[in-house]
């Protein structure tokens, strides 16, 4: 099993460039979320989804759009990327339940650099 | 808003050593998680413990919900126990993260 798995692991990017980060779970999970950390932070909600078809907002949204075309894909773009979203991006997965009431399992991170 | 609060943000071990990491939060959760974030960036999910205490191994937690802290304890660490300790809790459709404790167990 390879658990959650994040795509790609590093990307640099000018500003005003877009692009998907892509995560994928094998674990059969109805819930799944995006984060960034940020130096010397913890982890701070971007969005995140309940279901196929469904996404929901987060801490901190704006800037990011998301999908969940597909129960073990959810996809997070930049349309228009800028320097203060320079992060690592982290993806977790959960089982079904009150939302973020069950332990969550995390990919490795993408880290993203935008110059 | 919600404040979750990590103490100490800094502790330097020796290997063998014991120690306790609190983590405070400033209203009832549904949920409070525990990870470790290795030098290599990698989180790992510890404990799920809104309440009660559990144990795995060298490392346990305690959460007394109705005080609003949660401790993590490490007995006889060793240097691959280094790295970021997190706490999160989840109030509604929001989780929360602590800032961390940064622990470095030396050899």
């Known amino acids: 099993n390879a658990g959650v798995t994040q795509t790609p692991k590093f990307r640099v990017l000018k500003t005003g460039q877009s692009m998907t980060l892509l995560c994928a779970q094998d674990?059969?999970?109805?819930?799944m979320y995006w984060y960034r950390q940020d130096p010397g932070m913890g982890l701070r909600l971007i969005h995140y989804s309940v279901g196929e078809g469904t996404t929901a907002k987060g801490e901190v949204p704006d800037g990011y759009n998301v999908s969940r075309l597909k129960k073990q894909n959810f996809l997070l773009g930049l349309e228009s990327a800028a320097p203060s979203q320079t992060s690592v991006y982290f993806c977790?997965?959960?089982?079904?339940?009150?939302?973020?009431?069950?332990?969550?399992?995390f990919g490795d991170g993408t880290r993203l650099s935008i110059l | 808003g919600i404040q979750v609060e990590q103490s100490p943000p800094d502790l330097i071990l020796q290997e063998g050593a014991n120690s306790t990491l609190r983590c405070n939060f400033s209203?009832?959760?549904?949920?409070l998680q525990w990870f470790h974030q290795n030098p290599w960036g990698q989180l790992i999910n510890l404990f799920y413990?809104?309440?009660g205490t559990k144990q795995n191994g060298r490392l346990s937690a305690t959460t007394v919900a109705t005080e609003r802290y949660s401790l993590l304890y490490i007995s006889s660490s060793q240097t691959t126990d280094s790295g970021v300790y997190f706490c999160a809790g989840s109030w509604g459709s929001r989780l929360t993260f602590g800032e961390g404790t940064q622990l470095t167990v030396n050899p």
């Open positions: 209203d009832s959760v549904n949920n």
């Open positions: 674990m059969n999970h109805e819930y």
């Open positions: 413990i809104p309440s």
């Open positions: 977790a997965s959960s089982i079904p339940g009150q939302v973020l009431n069950q332990p969550q399992h």
